[in-house]
């Protein structure tokens, strides 16, 4: 078996997880193991960190399947999208499985808060780390006890969310996002962090909705193997991903432009 870094903006994909009829990064993925005849279908022994929902990107998705010794990550992006790059690699131990053997995995969220309060964030941040239940932030009915890791960063108007753990629930960091974003503005009180971790259920219009999926990066996957860049990979990855920067950046100037020369 080899393990592939992968890292690739989610927001044209419906999601991580292959799906009949719609666009998704595993389908891509399975797309180029077939043009480079690594298989028939997917590839033998094949399985992935995670599944990352629709709009949601990586920087360091793993996915492990059996392939030929020639098939490094630049091999593999010759027959991806400009969207999903390929770029480190390892040869763990033949048990090595990528979804069972992940130690922690870490997301950041860019949350778009101009007046955001960086305080009041690190102190909802602060009540929301360690092991709890966190079944009101989330759509599961099981595997809702986790024990999280979080920080944050204030980076001009966007305030940075990191979340760790070694799992998560469903949509538990884009509606623990949503949470410290109310309390940051202002919008929630400290004690609704004490009340969303509460045992009683809070359903209906108190309920914490999610969170938008395309500021939210899967940023790292931890395992105790390493994984060696490819450098020309690596190269080709930032070359590609600059130029989805440059066009989201003019976007969003010309979007200030017309904003900024509107009448007040």
Avoid: K
Avoid at 88 to 103: C, E, L, V
């Amino acid at each position: 078996m080899r393990a592939f870094r992968i890292a690739y903006d989610g927001r044209p994909y419906h999601g991580f997880q292959r799906q009949p009829d719609v666009p998704t990064v595993e389908d891509r993925l399975f797309a180029a193991c077939r043009a480079l005849d690594v298989c028939d279908d997917e590839p033998a022994g094949y399985a992935a960190a995670g599944r990352t929902d629709r709009g949601v990107s990586a920087l360091a998705q793993t996915v492990g399947f059996d392939c030929p010794d020639w098939l490094t990550p630049a091999a593999l992006n010759s027959h991806l999208p400009s969207s999903i790059r390929a770029w480190a690699s390892a040869d763990p131990p033949a048990d090595f499985h990528p979804t069972h053997d992940a130690r922690r995995r870490t997301y950041e969220y860019h949350l778009y808060a101009p007046t955001a309060d960086p305080d009041r964030a690190r102190a909802a941040l602060s009540r929301l780390a360690g092991r709890h239940d966190f079944h009101n932030l989330t759509p599961d009915d099981a595997g809702t006890v986790r024990d999280l890791t979080t920080d944050c960063r204030p980076d001009g108007d966007f305030l940075v969310v990191t979340v760790s753990a070694d799992g998560f629930a469903r949509e538990l960091v884009r509606r623990l996002v949503s949470l410290v974003g109310a309390v940051a503005a202002g919008d929630a009180a400290l004690d609704r962090v004490d009340r969303v971790l509460g045992a009683e259920p809070i359903s209906g219009p108190e309920g914490v909705a999610a969170a938008p999926p395309e500021p939210l990066v899967l940023t790292d996957v931890a395992y105790d193997v390493s994984f060696t860049p490819d450098e020309r990979a690596v190269a080709d990855a930032r070359r590609l991903f600059e130029q989805r920067f440059a066009a989201a950046a003019t976007g969003a100037r010309v979007a200030d432009a017309i904003r900024e020369g509107l009448p007040r």
